[in-house]
């Protein structure tokens, strides 16, 4: 039988649920946490693994089980998949079992995880577009300032 899993990802931690299969129900969000996921999961040969981006707490959960050569996918925007399907309430459980469902239902492609050096790079690009972002802001700001402001 096909495993899916849903992992809800916090910044302590990993909150799990499986469409045929049993997970733990969570697991620290640290190296500890990670290893013992990898062996919750290895065992039950994953069809796929879903967790959604969280703004950086899954890279190293992400990367650790792409590693260990599980299928591994990260999405965005799953609350519409949840309303859709008339799940509206939102605790880590239920959020992990809407990724879960997701996986089964929808299963997004694997995409390979970006080297180091990849994810240095997006890294400073992404940071290069904020910084641009807040120096066009400013300058309308400034351009928008009384007289006084502007000349200092």
């Not at 931690?13 to 697991?27: E, N, Y």
């Not at 996918?73 to 509206?88: E, I, K």
């Not at 880590?92 to 790079?121: C, G, H, I, K, T």
């Amino acid at each position: 039988m096909p495993c899916f899993v849903g992992i809800d990802i916090a910044q302590a931690t990993l909150d799990l649920h499986a469409v045929g299969g049993v997970v733990p129900p969570a697991v620290s969000n640290d190296a500890a946490g990670h290893v013992q996921l990898v062996a919750a999961l290895t065992p039950l040969a994953p069809t796929l693994i879903v967790c959604e981006a969280t703004g950086g707490y899954e890279r190293e959960v992400v990367t650790a089980l792409a590693s260990a050569g599980l299928p591994i996918v990260v999405v965005n925007q799953v609350r519409d998949f949840a309303r859709a399907t008339g799940q509206l309430a939102k605790t880590d459980q239920l959020d992990a079992a809407v990724l879960a469902r997701f996986a089964q239902q929808v299963q997004p492609a694997v995409r390979p995880v970006p080297s180091e050096a990849q994810q240095q790079l997006q890294a400073l690009v992404l940071r290069r577009r904020q910084l641009i972002e807040m120096l066009g802001q400013e300058t309308n700001r400034l351009r928008l300032a009384r007289p006084e402001v502007r000349r200092r």
